[in-house]
């Protein structure tokens, strides 16, 4: 483990933005019942934690994305931390709806951008990695360029990996699930019962709960 990702992960559980309940899952979007949730939006009530996140996002595309001309947050997760990195570096921001709005000018993408542009995207969690994908889907028709994507943190589903890899997206995590079961054992935020169920979850997650 890197140093920020076991910092972001330590961050994550002591604010309390993961929350396990085995007995009573968690729905995901998807449909995927889940014993444990991520909620990363936790993360912007707490200045520190905010600020530490921004400030690795902004790392990161320095690192790899140098020529970013433009950064994208997926709503509504990652509007406000998208906005933060775009304004430490600069950059113009804009935002995508999962879809178009259905009144006024009926965008999905939101602010001004200009075709061609280099485009990061930021994005609060992957989990099976479908509406993350459908943001950048949204950016290459209208245009853009989308360099890659940056999250906070993926549960590192080997379905969101094939999907960015058959939408030739490149997906880089300031955290994983790995990791932040690694730092909670520890920490004794979970017991060796949650691991074993958070173990089986992992290798099933679609057939689990059911």
Known sequence: MDKIDKKIAEYLL????????????????????SPIYCDNRMTLSFPEVRTY?????????REIYPGAEVIAGVATGAIAHGALV???????????????????????IEGHFEKGQKVVVIEDLIS?????LGAVKALREAGCEVLGMIAIFTYGFRKATDAFEAESC?????SNYGVLVE????????TADDVETLKKWRTEPSAWGR
């Open 14 to 33: 002591q604010i309390k933005a993961i929350k396990l309940q085995p007995a009573n899952p968690f729905t995901w979007a998807s449909g995927w019942k």
């Open 53 to 61: 996140i921004r400030d690795s996002f902004a790392g990161r595309v």
């Open 86 to 108: 775009a304004d430490l570096l600069k950059l113009p921001f804009i935002y995508v709806r999962s879809g178009a709005k259905e009144h006024g000018l009926g965008n999905q």
């Open 128 to 132: 099976t990695g479908g509406s993350s």
């Open 170 to 174: 490149r997906l880089d995590t300031l």
């Open 183 to 190: 730092t909670a054992v520890p920490s004794g935020y979970i």
